[in-house]
């Protein structure tokens, strides 16, 4: 992936004698939003950590915006938002964006109009005095995450952005991630929820022990796996095996018929081959397989998000 805005080789990091992260190899690519998903224990925060610095690799290697780990002048070109962050609480909303503004060295008129923007872009303008004492842990999340676009970074680590948001949070926060997208910045997601990654990322990697398993690209999900479940009467349960070429995980209980094709294309001949072997067909609709269904293929249901 020519000029990657992430790369990594095998990236390795035990601690004595436990495996962390057993080789991460990766690409994510500029101006796309990537989801990282795994279960607890899949070595994603080690992962990230390596990215950011802030734990040195055991082995291997990683590559930022083309250049090694720990570039200075690129981590002044990248965001984060930890998952568990513990901000200022006695600053308060404008003086903790002002301070941060401060520590990227940001020209004082500059950090006079971004400060602004920033807390109107989390819809907090009308707290911008306020202590973060003061701010929900709604607020908190929401002033977190423009902390991270402050020096307009070209690479945003997001560690769990939506958690603690209400609907129109979560919406919020989606909206301003396609923004960055739009605008040239490439977005590293980590997060549990899993409806919010389908919507929101381009592609996603599935790591488990440390390892990628899978990449998918989000914009065919579906596309090579859809269930179809159709309402029948009459079918045999041995005429089940005769859908093999079509179809996997066949399951037929009363009158429901479910299974999973391989292709879309295949329908018509699945409900030609119903029909011939005796059933009535009385409906049947398609259904995309979902990035839950995916993440459980993948990665199995050991441990959780």
């Given at each position: 992936m020519p000029g990657a805005a992430i790369e990594t080789a095998n990236l390795r990091k035990t601690f004595g004698q436990k495996v962390a992260v057993r080789?991460?190899?990766?690409?994510?690519?500029?101006?796309?939003?990537?989801?990282?998903?795994?279960?607890?224990?899949?070595?994603?925060?080690?992962?990230?950590?390596?990215?950011?610095?802030?734990?040195?690799?055991?082995?291997?290697?990683?590559?930022?915006?083309?250049?090694?780990?720990?570039?200075?002048?690129?981590?002044?070109?990248?965001?984060?938002?930890?998952?568990?962050?513990?901000?200022?609480?006695?600053?308060?909303?404008?003086?903790?964006?002002?301070?941060?503004?401060?520590?990227?060295?940001?020209?004082?008129?500059?950090?006079?109009?971004?400060?602004?923007?920033?807390?109107?872009?989390?819809?907090?303008?009308?707290?911008?005095?306020?202590?973060?004492?003061?701010?929900?842990?709604?607020?908190?999340?929401?002033?977190?995450?423009?902390?991270?676009?402050?020096?307009?970074?070209?690479?945003?680590?997001?560690?769990?952005?939506?958690?603690?948001?209400?609907?129109?949070?979560?919406?919020?926060?989606?909206d301003i991630i396609r923004a960055e997208r739009d605008r040239g910045a490439s977005v590293f997601l980590n997060s549990h929820l899993l409806s919010e990654v389908e919507v929101t990322c381009d592609r996603v990697a599935f790591i488990k022990h440390g390892e990628v398993l899978e990449t998918c690209d989000l914009k065919k999900l579906g596309m090579e796996e859809r269930s179809i479940i159709a309402r029948v009467t009459g079918l045999r349960t041995e005429a089940l095996a005769g859908l093999e070429p079509w179809a996997g995980s066949v399951r037929l209980e009363g009158d429901s018929l479910t299974m999973e094709v391989r292709a879309e294309e295949s329908v018509p001949e699945v409900v030609a081959y119903l029909v011939a072997s005796g059933a009535r067909v009385y409906s049947l609709h398609s259904r995309q397989a979902s990035l839950e269904e995916m993440f459980l293929r993948i990665v199995g249901t050991e441990g959780g998000l």
């Open positions: 080789g991460l190899t990766l690409e994510v690519g500029r101006g796309e939003v990537f989801g990282f998903l795994g279960p607890n224990g899949a070595g994603k925060s080690t992962s990230v950590k390596m990215l950011l610095g802030l734990v040195a690799p055991t082995a291997g290697q990683a590559v930022l915006l083309g250049r090694p780990l720990g570039d200075r002048n690129v981590r002044a070109r990248i965001g984060f938002l930890p998952e568990h962050f513990r901000f200022h609480e006695w600053l308060t909303g404008e003086e903790f964006l002002d301070f941060h503004g401060r520590l990227y060295r940001m020209p004082a008129a500059r950090r006079r109009q971004r400060v602004p923007e920033l807390l109107a872009l989390a819809g907090l303008a009308d707290h911008g005095r306020k202590r973060l004492r003061d701010y929900s842990k709604g607020m908190l999340q929401r002033i977190g995450l423009v902390q991270a676009l402050l020096n307009d970074p070209e690479l945003i680590f997001l560690d769990e952005p939506t958690s603690g948001l209400d609907p129109a949070g979560r919406l919020l926060v989606r």
